[in-house]
């Protein structure tokens, strides 16, 4: 199990992936706005996304568990 973290504090601009997915490692999972900066946050590992922990338009500070990956 892979926890993917917010690595900076912004609003959740873009949900790329949903639960179920299955995504390989560097592939996009959200995207944050942050600054007017459009971030993305990739996966860490391959897998399957097991739980989305954000939605479109919520904030998140840096650390924020993002998704959890199996």
Request: glycine share 8%; proline share 3%; hydrophobic share 45%.
């Amino acid at each position: 199990m892979t926890e993917v973290k917010a690595s900076m504090a912004g609003s959740v601009w873009k949900v790329v992936a949903a639960e179920g997915d299955s995504i390989t490692s560097g592939q996009d999972l959200v995207i944050l706005e942050s600054m007017k900066m459009e971030i993305p946050v990739p996966a860490e590992a391959d897998g399957t996304v097991k739980e989305l922990k954000v939605n479109e338009g919520d904030f998140v500070n840096e650390g924020d568990v993002i998704a959890i990956i199996e």
